[in-house]
């Protein structure tokens, strides 16, 4: 069995395009699937066509009293129906046995963001007259001033980006790539930024300069260094939140919207596939409208 999750996160990656972050969930999902069996029936795992759905209720009931949050409850469920998904796929099983099995509906979070003079905090902190510096505000930047997720932002190659037309070719989930503005400081710093790192200290490697954002040894930018940077800098600028680099996302899509910005457009700069999804921040708006009345009405 374990061979076969191996192929699976490997069918993730190169067929659907998952993010590192994905492909790390559902190995641990499913790894500890895994050692629920091995500690009820070891032979199990040769026997995979065994393994039905109230093996898999038996999991869940076990995992309940941990205190997992019901996002993540939902993501394991997820995670295994995917994985025997494959398996029936690739005929190595005969059935889903959690193909029926109905996730738990999740409750309405309202997605974190910052405000205006927040945001406007955290872009000025780096200090740009070093390169490092620069290319942090230079991130910041176009995630703020696009909306890209952080995955899309790593990996931006130099040939995606158009300075003149100020644009960028991402690509989301499902590798489906989408034209994005970007805003006139962004390209400014951008412009700065490519131009600099030509002469950057790389410590004696090669720079890959096809990639946009490079760390101190000239190679493409990870995930957990973006946020590293953004939680430096968020310290730096005593910012009182605890946030992820999503959050630059969210206060894009907000601040987008508080400006009159129709949902739609908002969709399509998200790379949303469903309209659904963007309407999470229709709520932050609408909250937010209530708090001013609230404030500002003399019979609120």
């Known amino acids: 069995?374990?061979?076969?999750?191996?192929?699976?996160?490997?069918?993730?990656?190169?067929?659907?395009?998952?993010?590192?972050?994905?492909?790390?969930?559902?190995r641990s999902d499913l790894l500890q699937f895994v050692e629920f069996l091995t500690e009820k029936d070891y032979s199990i795992l040769d026997r995979i066509n065994d393994i039905d759905h109230i093996t898999i209720r038996n999991f869940l009931a076990g995992i309940k009293g941990k205190n997992y949050s019901r996002s993540t409850l939902i993501r394991k469920i997820a995670s295994i129906r995917s994985f025997f998904?494959?398996?029936?796929?690739?005929?190595?099983?005969?059935?889903?046995?959690?193909?029926?099995?109905?996730?738990?509906?999740?409750?309405?979070?309202l997605p974190e963001f910052l405000?205006?003079?927040?945001?406007?905090?955290?872009?000025?902190s780096p200090d740009v007259g070093k390169l490092s510096g620069l290319r942090d505000r230079v991130l910041m930047e176009v995630l703020y001033s696009s909306g890209i997720r952080v995955s899309e932002l790593v990996n931006l190659n130099e040939s995606s980006v158009d300075l003149i037309g100020e644009v960028v070719k991402v690509r989301?989930?499902?590798?489906?790539?989408?034209?994005?503005?970007?805003?006139?400081?962004?390209?400014?710093?951008?412009t700065e930024y490519l131009e600099q790192r030509k002469s950057g200290d790389y410590k004696?490697?090669?720079?890959?300069?096809?990639?946009?954002?490079?760390?101190?040894?000239?190679?493409?930018?990870?995930d957990r260094s973006v946020r590293r940077i953004i939680d430096k800098y968020i310290e730096?600028?005593?910012?009182?939140?605890?946030?992820?680099?999503h959050v630059l996302r969210h206060t894009f899509a907000t601040h987008m919207l508080?400006?009159?910005?129709?949902?739609?457009?908002?969709?399509?700069l998200l790379g949303h596939a469903s309209l659904s999804t963007t309407q999470i921040y229709t709520h932050i708006t609408a909250d937010k409208m209530k708090k001013v009345y609230n404030k500002a009405h003399p019979r609120a």
Do not use: C, W
């Open 1 to 26: 069995m374990i061979n076969k999750i191996a192929e699976f996160l490997n069918y993730l990656k190169v067929e659907k395009d998952a993010s590192s972050h994905t492909i790390k969930n559902y």
């Open 172 to 190: 989301g989930k499902g590798k489906k790539e989408r034209m994005v503005p970007l805003g006139r400081t962004a390209v400014k710093y951008l």
């Open 115 to 124: 405000d205006l003079s927040e945001m406007n905090k955290l872009l000025e």
């Open 204 to 222: 004696g490697r090669k720079p890959n300069f096809l990639a946009v954002f490079l760390n101190k040894y000239g190679q493409r930018i990870t």
């Open 236 to 245: 730096e600028a005593a910012i009182d939140h605890k946030i992820s680099p």
């Open 85 to 109: 998904r494959y398996l029936l796929r690739e005929t190595h099983v005969k059935a889903n046995p959690a193909a029926g099995m109905i996730l738990p509906k999740k409750g309405r979070h």
């Open 258 to 268: 508080d400006a009159g910005a129709d949902l739609r457009s908002v969709q399509e």
